[in-house]
């Protein structure tokens, strides 16, 4: 029996798989996270100090506290085999504040728990990185700073204190805002070309008439819809597309050139914390949140290495693991001659053989009977090798099928061979909006501009759903009428503190303090201090801001005499005989119109300031009592009968499933 060692790791299922990596001598134990705190309702940060916080031990990890304590009695050596990041760190640095231990520490760090790995790493510790640690608290004190200090602002002059502010969070909803701020003004254009279809099998889209490329969907602006396109494009309209198919009616269609080309497509690395999130979010329609409970689940079980990461590296035992897999499942034709390597920033797939693709561009040319030269454009792919590809197919009932389905071939050609048109048709087109974010475009948009890290993401977009500044329409994130006042205002008040620039510059500060290159309290004093620091900014808004100015919604697609309101209880509008009345739950943005908001406030019946709705019959009782869906000051309530026919009505609380809906049965 060897001198006991206590080994403390974030949560009970990586405890009991370490376990069973280790000697009797061993006792694992799980601190289930941080185990001090700042409380909820005072900044907490000693401005004047340092900017020291002001711990508390969390009150739910007392009694894992005192189990520890009671497990350190009689050991040698303390180890703490927190996760090896900044909030790893920090996890373990708590802890030895918190116990306090008279016997030797040490850190044991791995980045997959397998037995190999667990045991490198029980055999080389390493102390405390305090530059991992100081960026963390860096950034704990920085949050801090940010929301405590600017969401009171949002309560003061919204009039809601439900509302908050925060330093990614913030930037984040903006990108989701102004994206439906450019579609709500996106002006739809359209623009037409000219299909033919041959009896060989095959279609062609017109590219060019006499020489001028005819307009498709580059040539408009993505943001404002606008045509962008050159004196050496030309525009199609509906009766320009019409004429020309009139005239190549009976026109000879002739190949006038073929290229050909192979290409060699790389399998995609492996993933990283933001693509992990991305394709759970495309594949499985899972949101980022459900994605990293999913992996943690998976990295504590022995199953993936660990899944907040930026790096795409693989270890040695994982690229053979894949390699062997690969061998066994489809063999040596889709096995590299030497393992890949990932360095850059960007599964079994991606230790597989590159995918051969044969593309093949024809040109077709045609004379219009007024003399016009036209000129016609096919493309083909054809799958040589499929390469890493067949791991994706692998699911289908028939993979090779599956595999097809990815090709379009183009039939054998010739150069000057005469074709056989069996169709000619103009086909118009109308240019879209931008789309609205989803999970996964967000975290790839948030990771392009450096605001935030992938670990944080899902925490992110999971407050803009908790603080109801987002709703999801058929997988899409849409901001709501209160997301678009908090955005209105901090553009207006704070554009610098929402700024991605800034927000990325912050990110790059706190990687400068995790790297030692950095003094943590001069960063903090830089954002918070000074005529340019947060603290003024904060202090003179606060005088500045007309309430009554930012509780008005600017929404382009609405008149002046059609504006939406901010109250204490949501969005509201003044009707015609003064009254105030809810917007509709189900009103977003983007779908309300000037006809709707006249409608609404021609109804006339409030009931105070943006706090209830008209009752909604939703049905009556046997006894032919009403039963009515309403919204007031504390929330939506079913009724049983009408106060304007009786005094002795019942209210009932709406369960949360059912707010919203107006058929749920009661």
């Known amino acids: 029996m060897g001198e006991k060692k206590v080994i403390i790791v974030e949560s009970p299922t990586k405890a009991k798989t370490i376990r069973n990596f280790l000697g009797s001598d061993c006792t694992v134990v799980a601190s289930n996270g941080h185990v001090r705190t700042l409380p909820k309702n005072d900044l907490c940060i000693d401005v004047k100090n340092g900017y020291r916080p002001k711990y508390i031990i969390d009150e739910t990890k007392e009694k894992i506290i005192s189990q520890i304590k009671g497990e350190l009695k009689g050991a040698q050596e303390l180890i703490l085999a927190t996760d090896e990041d900044r909030e790893g760190e920090s996890i373990s640095w708590h802890l030895v504040e918190v116990l306090k231990p008279s016997v030797p520490y040490r850190r044991m760090v791995f980045h997959e728990i397998t037995k190999k790995a667990i045991l490198e790493a029980f055999g080389n510790g390493r102390g405390l990185d305090m530059n991992l640690v100081h960026a963390q608290e860096a950034r704990r004190v920085l949050d801090r700073l940010y929301g405590y200090t600017i969401s009171p602002v949002l309560w003061s002059k919204l009039s809601n204190k439900s509302l908050s502010a925060g330093r990614v969070q913030s930037p984040g909803l903006r990108l989701i805002v102004d994206r439906e701020k450019t579609r709500l003004t996106f002006k739809k254009s359209e623009y037409w070309d000219v299909k033919a279809t041959f009896h060989e099998g095959f279609s062609a889209a017109i590219e060019s008439v006499d020489g001028l490329k005819v307009a498709d969907g580059k040539d408009f602006d993505s943001e404002t819809g606008a045509y962008c396109g050159s004196s050496k494009v030309v525009l199609l309209s509906k009766d320009d597309a019409k004429a020309l198919v009139d005239s190549l009616q009976n026109s000879d269609f002739s190949v006038l050139d073929i290229k050909e080309k192979q290409v060699s497509q790389r399998p995609y690395p492996p993933f990283i914390t933001s693509t992990l999130q991305q394709e759970g979010n495309r594949k499985l329609h899972l949101s980022a949140k459900d994605t990293m409970k999913i992996a943690q689940s998976l990295y504590e079980n022995g199953f993936i290495t660990y899944m907040r990461t930026d790096s795409p590296t693989l270890s040695q035992e994982g690229i053979n693991a894949a390699r062997e897999a690969v061998l066994g499942l489809y063999g040596n034709d889709f096995l590299p001659e030497r393992p890949r390597r990932y360095s850059a920033k960007s599964t079994l797939a991606s230790q597989m053989n590159n995918a051969l693709k044969q593309n093949t ?306």
């Not at 030692?516 to 202090?539: A, M, N, P, R, T």
């Not at 009707?575 to 021609?602: Q, Y």
Request: charge should be negative.
């Open 361 to 666: 561009s024809v040109q077709i040319g045609a004379k219009c009977s007024d003399g016009r030269s036209t000129l016609f454009t096919a493309t083909g792919v054809r799958i040589e090798f499929p390469g890493f590809l067949r791991v994706y197919v692998e699911g289908s009932d028939d993979p090779s099928a599956a595999l097809e389905d990815k090709e379009s071939p183009l039939p054998r050609l010739a150069v000057g061979q005469v074709l056989s048109c069996s169709q000619l048709e103009s086909v118009g087109h109308e240019t879209k909006e931008p789309n609205r974010y989803t999970e996964a475009s967000l975290v790839q948009t948030l990771e392009k501009l450096g605001i935030g890290r992938p670990s944080t993401y899902a925490s992110i977009i999971d407050r803009l759903f908790e603080k109801n500044y987002i709703v999801r329409e058929g997988g899409t994130l849409v901001p709501t009428f209160v997301g678009f006042g908090v955005v209105q205002l901090l553009e207006g008040y704070f554009s610098d503190r929402i700024d991605y620039g800034f927000t990325r510059d912050m990110e790059d500060g706190l990687d400068l303090i995790a790297e030692g290159k950095l003094d943590e309290l001069k960063f903090l004093q830089d954002f918070y201090e000074g005529v340019h620091g947060l603290e003024k900014q904060v202090k003179d808004n606060k005088v500045s801001i007309n309430s009554k100015d930012v509780k008005k919604l600017s929404l382009p697609q609405l008149s002046e005499d059609n504006c939406i309101n901010l109250g204490p209880y949501g969005p509201y509008v003044k009707s015609n005989d003064g009254k105030f009345i809810s917007i509709p739950k189900d009103w977003t943005p983007a779908s309300v119109t000037d006809e709707m908001v006249s409608k609404l406030k021609e109804s006339g019946n409030g009931e105070g300031e943006g706090r209830a709705n008209s009752p909604e019959l939703m049905g009556t009782t046997s006894s032919g009592m009403p039963v009515l869906y309403c919204t007031g000051k504390f929330g939506d309530y079913w009724q049983l009968g009408d106060k304007s026919q009786t005094s002795d009505v019942k209210r009932f609380k709406v369960p949360k499933k059912y707010i919203g809906n107006r058929t749920a049965p009661i």
